[in-house]
């Protein structure tokens, strides 16, 4: 539930803003427009016919004699009193000199009035203009004697109330229409925040609880669209921030198993050498040489433990220089030689290409060198191991093949982790720190390329290490 101030920062009432912006702005906006055009043309039609009635009226006058025949002023009353009464509006005849001639009303006949747009006419023959502060229009045609002199002009007055009044109802009924608008977006926007802002909102108590530590929840995935996407991509992510979570308490485990071991062995042939009385000096050396097997154990599991460290903060820089991949292979296989030899494993290399890249020569070849010994430990005696160097356009290509014991499929995601072993059964008879294959995937990882694992249980395996030919 939104507390305090957060609804201003809320999906819901930005979606209410941006539909009201998009929709209901531009429509005021269009409709005032529409409303002032609307309003503009009445006039502008109302201000034609007035002043064409004019001009009409003061023809009627000048064919008629009106002014300068005394005889036809009953005619005269009748024409301005009757063409007032059918048009609705107000006509009046105003000499040069400002007097009333005639007025339909009655009432100014006979008085002065000043009126600028019967100045205007009688000066330029026409002339209209709408008093907004009256609202009215005035329109006036002059009349002419028989000289061709402007001796006086048709005023008409009509009001524009209907004009504003119908302006005024279109506005209210503008109003009850724009407050419709905005019910039927509420309603739109509680159903669309209601399909789009609920799964946001659920996506974040995962997202919360993720951070707290609960990678145990995922997001309940539903369709194709975007929101699956990030689900699923979410869902990838936290799998793989719980397999690092236990990959770093199985690693705090397995180091301090690793350690506890030779310590625990140092401590009970310590404890034997001062326990036991006249011992024979080849018991003492014996039991030396086993204290300082296991210091070197010790001392080798915290050298890799720190090139690992290393390794993955880049504190060691890579020397990079042009490097014959397939001498590197030679050498590094000729060096594990006599190591296979003593399990009467061959030892195979394929020269498909030559390959020359730039690398780090000694960081790479004990990435190599890992593999294969790797190979070694876990294939049976009287098996083979076969290397491969090839490349294409974009990339140097090393397959490492065995004819061990495999890995299983649900292990594969733990070769490259620190300390794993495939046979847990001979995990301390196979020798090593379980930390080679790391160091080997770190150092692949440094150089832009990837190690991918091929194998089955019983069946042996492939590991193929792929680099970019230009880093």
Not at 70 to 75: F, G, N, S
Not at 80 to 90: A, N, P, W
Not at 291 to 308: C, F, P, Y
Not at 337 to 357: G, H, M, S, W
């Amino acid at each position: 539930m939104l507390r305090n101030k957060d609804w201003l920062f809320s999906w819901r009432w930005k979606l209410f803003v941006i539909f009201i912006t998009i929709s209901v702005v531009p429509l005021v906006g269009f409709y005032m427009m529409m409303l002032a055009a609307t309003n503009d043309y009445y006039i502008r039609d109302k201000e034609t016919t007035l002043l064409a009635t004019a001009n009409i009226i003061a023809g009627s006058i000048v064919r008629g004699n009106f002014l300068t025949d005394p005889a036809t002023r009953h005619d005269f009353d009748e024409v301005i009193i009757e063409r007032g009464r059918d048009g609705g509006f107000r006509v009046m005849v105003i000499d040069s000199m400002g007097l009333v001639v005639n007025d339909s009303f009655g009432s100014e006949t006979g008085r002065v009035l000043v009126v600028p747009e019967v100045i205007r006419a009688i000066e330029a023959n026409n002339r209209v203009n709408t008093r907004f502060a009256e609202e009215s229009v005035y329109a006036a045609a002059a009349i002419t004697n028989a000289d061709g002199d402007n001796v006086a002009a048709v005023l008409i007055v009509s009001s524009i109330d209907e004009i504003l009044a119908y302006g005024e109802e279109m506005q209210e009924r503008f109003v009850l229409f724009v407050l419709l608008i905005v019910v039927i977006l509420t309603v739109l926007v509680l159903v669309i925040s209601k399909l789009v802002i609920n799964p946001l909102n659920n996506f974040v108590r995962v997202v919360e609880r993720a951070g707290e530590g609960h990678f145990d929840e995922k997001i309940h995935i539903r369709g194709r669209d975007e929101y699956s996407k990030l689900g699923r991509a979410f869902n990838h992510m936290v799998s793989k921030l719980a397999l690092s979570e236990n990959s770093r308490e199985e690693f705090v485990s397995n180091v301090s198993h690793e350690l506890k071991t030779p310590l625990s062995s140092i401590k009970v042939l310590t404890e034997s050498i001062l326990l036991m009385e006249n011992v024979p000096t080849e018991m003492y050396t014996e039991f030396l040489k086993d204290i300082n097997s296991e210091v070197d154990r010790m001392n080798n599991i915290i050298n890799d433990l720190l090139t690992l460290v290393k390794l993955d903060q880049h504190e060691l820089p890579l020397n990079m220089k042009p490097t014959d991949i397939n001498r590197m292979t030679e050498d590094t296989l000729r060096r594990l030689a006599p190591l296979a030899a003593q399990k009467d494993i061959e030892l195979f290399y394929e020269n498909i290409r030559p390959v020359t890249i730039s690398a780090d020569e000694m960081k790479l070849s004990l990435a190599l060198s890992n593999i294969v010994e790797n190979g070694i430990k876990y294939t049976p005696e009287e098996g083979s191991i076969t290397v491969t160097v090839d490349c294409d356009h974009q990339h140097l290509f090393i397959s490492v093949s065995d004819t061990g014991i495999g890995i299983s499929e649900e292990d594969h995601p733990k070769v490259f982790t620190r300390f794993f072993r495939a046979d847990k059964t001979r995990n301390r008879e196979t020798g090593g720190t379980g930390l080679g294959l790391a160091i080997s995937h770190q150092t692949v990882l440094l150089h832009g390329g990837s190690i991918r694992l091929d194998s089955k249980e019983g069946e042996g395996s492939t590991f193929l290490v792929r680099i970019p030919l230009r880093g």
